[in-house]
């Protein structure tokens, strides 16, 4: 694949967007609305660009990160958390605007996400003249990952820097609320990691999740609208991809989901990890496959025991 990007392992990523508190409860029966459900209810520190940030880390990559947290304890316990995991968060906004974000998601016995609620708006303090502080970390970066979850002025501006930069950018649409967002800049993106759905959004082609042709077709699509590497992210049927030069599937690993949360973030962070490594994109995306599924079988965002290594002893696809 023909490409302007010389990776630098040794320069940091830089990581821009939303991070929070996740609680997710895990339905013991079926969904009764209008009165109390008997579920496991866990909390743990999330949002996508904080999930890349710790599991990027954990390979053993240089990071920096940009997100808003709230002048609340548990924004303080958040930065904490990300620190130790080696994340350099000097670049964090500590906004007495608004509280740290919440996201608060319901899945179903089998660990299928049912309905999520979030409440990221401490993001909105992240504004263009706020990154403009930053400037030197664009200059010094290996590349920009970013999720929709920033202002629309912000993103710009993140596209701007980069630009100047001459950094390649990697992004997440996050939701379907927010996936346009990312519509005006599909001609800029080194790497997109939608879901079905919001595949189908910036394509303008909605389609069953379960049509992995359709699906292919969806990747296909965003190349042709300038993405270099387009992956999409299909549940259980596990991950299509595609650039101008070739396409594949990789299924999913077969395993007992415990907590769905975050296993889209621990396959991103991998698949940025082993292009900046220059592990060939057919290797990259088996890799972040099976980081997704050491996310799914356990609670919590993120994996502890993350590493290159402890990927090639589970690749098993």
Known sequence: ??????????????IIGGSGVDIVGRLKGELNEGT?????????????????????????QPVRL?????????????????????????????????PTGTYLA?????????????????????????LSQYTNWFREASLVFVDANLPRDT???????AGKAHLPVCADPTSASLATRLRPYL??????????????????????????????????CLVTGGVEIALITLAELGVVYATSETSGHVPAVRTKIVDPTGAGDALTA????????EIPLDDAVRLGVTAASLALRQRGTAVPDLSLENLYNQLVI
């Not at 109390?36 to 053993?60: D, K, M, W, Y």
């Not at 993103?155 to 820097?161: C, D, E, N």
């Not at 991998?270 to 490594?277: E, G, H, K, Q």
């Open 1 to 14: 694949m023909e490409s302007n990007f010389s990776p630098r392992p040794d320069a940091p990523a830089l």
């Open 36 to 60: 109390s459900n008997p579920a496991n209810i866990r909390t743990s520190f999330g949002g996508v660009a904080r999930n890349v940030a710790e599991n990027l880390a954990r390979l053993g």
């Open 66 to 98: 940009i997100t808003a947290v709230g002048g609340d304890r548990i924004g303080e316990q958040l930065l904490n958390q990300v620190a130790e995991t080696g994340v350099e968060i000097s670049g964090v906004l500590r906004t007495v605007q608004y």
């Open 106 to 130: 319901v899945v179903n016995p089998s660990g299928t996400l049912k309905f999520a609620l979030d409440d990221i708006n401490a993001t909105e303090a992240l504004t263009p003249g706020y």
């Open 155 to 161: 993103l710009r501006m993140v596209f701007s820097l």
């Open 187 to 220: 001609s800029r993106l080194r790497l997109i990691t939608p879901n079905s759905t919001e595949a189908g959004i910036l394509c303008d082609q909605p389609f069953e999740s379960t049509h992995r042709q359709r699906a292919l077709d969806a990747a296909k």
């Open 270 to 277: 991998t698949v940025i990890f082993a292009l900046l490594n």
